[in-house]
């Protein structure tokens, strides 16, 4: 009987220790937690587009975005660096802190990368995953120098005619007169306004070229108002050139100070010789002095004097063949005397 209490007795002090633990040690009576789901990140895809063009750098706008799945992503972070597409050299790199990521979703990380306007470059995306490299992914952008800086755009330019039936200039012309070998052209540039605003506040410098030599025979620089958004508008103006030769018509649109659009077009003044396109015709004879500046004002004949003495040079006037004719002479007659 004394056995049976005391193991009696001894289950309860077993089980109040039990109850007392389960009271008073925290989550001693917690289900046991569940096993930790692995967490899965994926670079889905990358896109890259200008951002902000200057005369030097280029800022590209990169979007990596992220699928994640499974338990929670801790400490994440996505590192974009650029390479240099000709030396791979890294150029640059930004790393951006995501933080966790959870649930079954995508996530867009945007970053800004800048970079010199000049060559290509292989733009690399790399995904941490608390210090550890997750995923890769690679694109590449060629050609960033041909980006138009932000100051040397302007919603004016040259007319392209594309819905045309036949080939049409942005420059055209038309002969007004010929005089002392000079021939004066009317010349028309068509311009239209592409943006949704008005625009204006630009200049037009219109040359002509002579093809071969590439002498700047005649220029002329002309205002331009107000444009509408979408219409063409038609500026003209005359230039006189030297007859007899064939001229690129260049035109130069100017912003601030700031080219920004040029274009050119053939003119035909040669009687056999046709200028094309990225075609330049050679031996039309150039000369040079067709292309002097006329004076502004006369002085009499002492410049055509002064022009035909310089011209005959020495030893080929009169008075000069005279003394070589007597010095002639004189040999003759000391000869005949010695002998």
């Known amino acids: 009987m004394r056995r049976e209490a005391l193991l009696t007795g001894g289950v309860v002090v077993v089980v109040l220790a039990a109850f007392i633990g389960a009271i008073t040690v925290p989550g001693a009576l917690a289900d046991p937690p569940e096993d930790v789901r692995e967490s899965y990140l994926d670079l889905r895809e990358t896109t890259i587009e200008p951002a902000a063009v200057t005369g030097q750098t280029v800022t ?5 975005r992220l699928s994640h799945r499974g338990g929670p992503a801790e400490n994440v972070t996505v590192e974009t660096r650029a390479v240099d597409a000709d030396t791979g050299l890294v150029a640059t790199t930004v790393t951006r802190r995501v933080g966790t990521v959870d649930g079954e979703r995508e996530v867009s990380v945007p970053t800004n990368i800048t970079v010199e306007r000049q060559g290509g470059y292989r733009i ?13 992914g690679r694109q590449s952008v060629q050609n960033v120098d041909a980006l138009t800086p932000a100051f040397a755009r302007s919603p004016v330019t040259f007319e ?3 819905n045309a039936g036949t080939p049409l200039d942005a420059i055209a012309y038309r002969i007004d007169g010929v005089s002392d070998n000079r021939t004066t052209l009317n010349v028309s540039v068509y311009l239209t306004n ?50 007899g030769y064939n001229y690129w018509l260049d035109g130069i649109l100017r912003s601030d100070g700031v080219v ?17 396109e990225n075609e330049t015709q050679r031996e039309v004879g150039f000369e040079s002095s067709d292309f002097e500046e006329e004076p502004a004002g006369g002085s009499g004949g002492q410049p055509d004097e002064a022009m035909a003495t310089a011209s005959e040079g020495p030893g080929f006037t009169a008075v000069g063949a005279l003394i070589a004719l007597l010095a002639s002479s004189l040999v003759i007659a000391r000869r005949q005397t010695n002998e």
């Open 194 to 243: 592409t943006g949704d605003e008005p625009a204006g506040g630009i200049t037009l410098r219109l040359r002509a070229r002579q093809a071969d030599s590439n002498v700047i025979a005649d220029e002329s620089t002309v205002g331009i108002g107000q444009i509408r958004p979408g219409r063409t508008e038609t500026v003209s103006t005359e230039l006189t050139v030297p007859d």
């Open 60 to 64: 590209l706008s990169i979007d990596a």
């Open 260 to 276: 920004v659009g040029t274009e050119s077009s053939p003119a035909n003044l040669h009687p056999t010789e046709r200028l094309h």
């Open 124 to 136: 690399e995306t790399i995904v941490y995953e608390d210090g550890e490299r997750v995923t890769t």
């Open 160 to 162: 392209r005619f594309e």
